[in-house]
């Protein structure tokens, strides 16, 4: 310090020169104006110290303290990245024979009252948006998250609510990761490229849906690049409605859903991926609404089957295969879970396949089938028991973001003890997704 201080006088002496009294100093003056520089610096010192001490507190006044009492500011990190990703879809669709949803369908409606009744649909409904997020270092681990909304409304054709699709946050560490809140079923995790985004073969041999969890994940790297994923969850268990009682929770237990994949590129040297999963929860069924103890349960049990290869660059194969009871809520059984006149689950069993062609960076060619059963056994007399699509469509680019689609598909649905339905589909789709 008395270093810095002599540097100042010297400095100040130098300056004066031609002033004959920078030099009439003594020494002791000298060593004055030092120590009181010295001092001086002191002062400024401590000051910047409380300054920088002040920054990170503020004044509390709660009832029986003063002002001059302090507490600290908690410490906040930076606001998450945000990506934001999503699509502009508007779908013009034209039907042979009326469906359950002419913008989202799943089957065809049996001949019996309402004929060969065609019909004619455009929406925006299926628009998508979404936010990534990606937050803070925790525990050698990342936070992420994401939301996601469409806007599917069965109320209105032109009015249409958001709706939620994905809401979570995944703490994400090395080779495993921990997930809370909606989105995918662990099992069913593939879904067929239809222009048909909220029908995507539902009911008709796709299976899983969205619901909350919380969710486990394990990934054990292996050699070559192969690794086994591994994923277990408890679910919130969505059954029918039942009174003013859901019958999933009126079970008291969550469902539970676990999946174990492979993935390796010895194939064909490319990423294909074989996964087989199941899943178990109960519904409970109050057969007198005022008496919670006369009821009866359905087992809602299941197990999924999936497969992603991909043969060449262009060329991919699909597909997903599934046999359980009671799983409507799933969106598998064509519609069907619980028989409550026969007090039983329904058995359902089907899946779908489908292959994709990539025909250069601006034509895709894809072609599936799907197919749902349930079986007659279970089933009421009028209800669905077999249901089957076969469709193929062809998506356009001419630039980046901008897709242009048409696809056809033929649907067939069968009755129980009634006249069947058949339907001839012709659906075109503008996306520009970003």
């Not at 006088?9 to 004066?16: C, F, T, V």
């Not at 009439?24 to 920088?52: D, H, Y």
């Not at 009866?296 to 299941?302: E, H, N, V, Y």
């Amino acid at each position: 310090m008395k270093i810095i201080c002599f540097v100042i006088i010297m400095s100040l002496a130098l300056a004066g020169i031609g002033n004959s009294s920078a030099f009439a100093l003594t020494n002791e003056q000298l060593l004055e104006k030092m120590n009181e520089l010295e001092n001086q610096l002191a002062a400024v010192r401590s000051e910047l110290t409380e300054l920088r001490e002040e920054r990170t507190r503020v004044v509390a006044v709660k009832p029986g303290k003063t002002v001059d009492e302090k507490i600290p500011v908690p410490k906040f990190t930076a606001l998450p990245e945000i990506e934001l990703y999503g699509f502009i879809k508007t779908d013009f669709s034209y039907d042979t024979s009326r469906t359950n949803n002419p913008d989202a369908p799943g089957y065809v409606m049996s001949e019996d009252g309402v004929g060969d009744d065609n019909q004619f649909a455009a929406t925006a409904q299926n628009s998508r948006f979404g936010i990534n997020m990606t937050g803070p270092e925790i525990w050698n681990g990342q936070v992420k998250g994401k939301v996601e909304i469409d806007f599917l409304d069965a109320t209105s054709d032109n009015s249409f609510r958001p709706r939620i699709r994905h809401l979570y946050l995944d703490v994400v560490f090395p080779g495993w990761s921990l997930l809370f809140g909606q989105t995918w079923d662990v099992v069913g995790p593939l879904g067929p490229a239809t222009l048909n985004t909220n029908g995507w073969l539902w009911r008709a041999g796709n299976i899983g849906f969205r619901r909350t969890q919380a969710r486990l994940t394990n990934i054990l790297d292996l050699s070559c690049g192969d690794c086994i994923t591994t994923r277990i969850s408890a679910n919130r268990n969505i059954g029918a409605g039942n009174d003013t009682l859901n019958t999933g929770e009126d079970s008291g237990w969550p469902l539970m859903e676990a999946r174990v994949s492979y993935a390796t590129r010895r194939l064909f040297d490319r990423k294909t991926e074989i996964g087989i999963g199941g899943l178990y929860g109960e519904e409970e069924f109050d057969r007198t609404p005022a008496a919670s103890d006369d009821h009866w349960s359905a087992k809602q049990w299941g197990f999924v089957a999936d497969a992603v290869i991909p043969v060449y660059d262009s060329i991919t194969l699909k597909g997903e295969g599934f046999y359980g009871r009671d799983l409507n809520a799933f969106l598998a059984g064509i519609g069907l879970g619980a028989n409550t006149t026969k007090e039983t689950g329904i058995l359902a069993y089907g899946g779908w396949g489908q292959v994709s062609y990539k025909m250069n960076d601006y034509i895709v060619l894809n072609s599936g089938y799907g197919i749902d059963n349930a079986d007659k056994d279970d089933i009421n007399s009028g209800q669905r028991t077999r249901n089957q699509i076969v469709f193929a469509n062809v998506i356009y680019s001419p630039i980046e973001h901008l897709k242009f689609g048409i696809e056809y598909s033929h649907w067939y649905t069968e009755y129980l003890n009634a006249n069947n339905g058949e339907n001839n589909r012709i659906q075109s789709a503008v996306i520009w997704d970003f």
